[in-house]
């Protein structure tokens, strides 16, 4: 599991705590910094949204981590560190990077996607894919191309495909004796969607395929046309995809308005 809370989670720390009553809306002060009630609850809205569980002590660990977080702030503070050049330039560069996502986020509240938009992309995308092919593979990946030929030989002289690869296959769908999802060609790395397209059902890749620097021997155990997911399950891949479109949409109108020198 990730590490969530880089500091607390490595230490315990002996943090000195007041009595004082805290005004409204204030989680806790750190050298008389305030931290917002609002920080801990969106901390723990998104860790709930990981999986964790809204707890006691979940939340005193998150207390502890925005204590930490405020007190090395107040000593970068201290050291004058944002005054040092190249502090400056990743402050820049951090700064910059938020106001790219703030403006597309601001075009987006302007108009919001709708239902609607969603439907019609759900339908284009559908209807140009209705004709595609989608292939059920079996795959086996190994980090030698003597391990890869092996198995080719392994399989040739009658062994179970499936049974080399849950045992050999350095690839997570060995749990699955290599088997992988549906796909489609544009889904697959190219040098082996060019070689699968001419495979018949049961085919199988004698020639291990070099990809990412590791060796795939791939077979094909079925082909069908295109069927498409229920909108529910690709509805936020949509709104992704559109999120992109209304980013190029904006930059497009800007170019148009733009003097650009080169």
């Given amino acids: 599991m990730r590490t969530l809370f880089f500091f607390s989670l490595l230490i315990v720390p002996a943090w000195v705590w007041s009595q004082s009553a805290l005004p409204a809306g204030v989680a806790v002060k750190v050298n008389g910094v305030p931290i917002a009630s ?3 609850e969106q901390m723990v809205v998104s860790l709930i949204g990981q999986g964790q569980v809204d707890s006691p002590q979940l ?6 981590e925005l204590i930490a977080r405020q ?7 201290n050291r004058a560190l944002e005054r040092r050049p190249a502090v400056k330039d990743a402050l820049e560069r951090l700064r910059r990077s938020a106001l790219l996502e703030f403006v597309v986020q ?7 996607i709708s239902e609607a938009e969603l439907r019609a ?25 003597a391990e890869a030929k092996a198995l080719v030989a392994a399989v040739l002289a009658g062994g179970s495909f499936g049974a080399l690869a849950k045992e050999k296959s350095l690839h997570e769908s060995r749990a699955r004796e290599g088997l992988l999802d549906w796909l ?10 060019n070689v699968i397209r001419n495979l018949p059902k049961g085919g199988m890749t004698v020639s ?10 791939i077979r094909v155990e079925d082909t069908r046309e295109f069927v498409a997911p229920d909108f529910e399950k690709v509805e936020e891949a949509l709104r992704a995809s ?11 109108s800007l170019l148009q308005r733009a003097k650009v020198e080169q």
Avoid: C, M
């Fill in 38 to 40: 609002s920080e801990v």
């Fill in 59 to 64: 939340r005193a660990a998150i207390k502890n």
């Fill in 71 to 77: 007190l090395l702030l107040q000593e970068a503070e």
């Fill in 106 to 112: 601001d075009e987006l509240s302007k108009k919001p």
């Fill in 121 to 145: 992309e759900y339908d284009a995308q559908r209807a140009q894919l209705r004709k595609e092919q989608q292939y059920l593979l079996r795959q086996a990946v190994f980090a030698t191309e």
């Fill in 184 to 193: 489609l060609p544009s889904q697959i790395a190219p040098i082996v969607s």
């Fill in 208 to 217: 291990p395929l070099n990809v990412g620097g590791v060796w795939h021997v």
């Fill in 242 to 252: 559109l999120v992109q479109k209304r980013r190029v949409d904006l930059l497009n």
